[in-house]
């Protein structure tokens, strides 16, 4: 008939009680339990269904929301670093770089050079 023991995950427990609660109504006794028993089992059953429905809500709302928040953030990366690579090139070309603090960035570091390339050493093959 199965298992006697509520299965997991939460909503197994309660469509479990849902589902027992229902044979035992018809005659509590029966089984040792109170009428008070089972009304207070049917009530924390009901309760508990309530609290996973909001619950399962609430959940697909924040990953709704973390989607939301997710295509603002891009929209705003994007529309930003087009800002800012427009205000570096109006400073390069501006020859002010009193500009750079003023907005905020930091300039670019001089050109350097790249050291000599080193030759390859204790080199290896086999077939």
Do not use: C
């Amino acid at each position: 008939m199965g298992t006697n023991i509520p299965p997991q995950p939460k909503i197994d427990q309660i469509v479990w009680f849902e589902n027992h609660i229902l044979l035992w109504e018809a005659s509590p006794s029966s089984f040792g339990l109170t009428a008070l028993q089972l009304n207070a089992l049917q009530i924390a059953t009901e309760n508990a269904r309530v609290a996973y429905d909001a619950a399962q809500n609430a959940k697909l709302s924040a990953r709704t929301a973390v989607i939301a928040q997710d295509q603002q953030v891009r929209t705003m990366l994007g529309l930003g670093r087009d800002a800012v690579n427009v205000i570096k090139a109006t400073i390069e070309q501006s020859n002010n770089p009193v500009l750079w603090g003023q907005a905020g960035l930091m300039p670019p570091d001089p050109a350097g050079t790249a050291p000599a390339p080193t030759a390859p050493f204790a080199l290896a093959a086999a077939l």
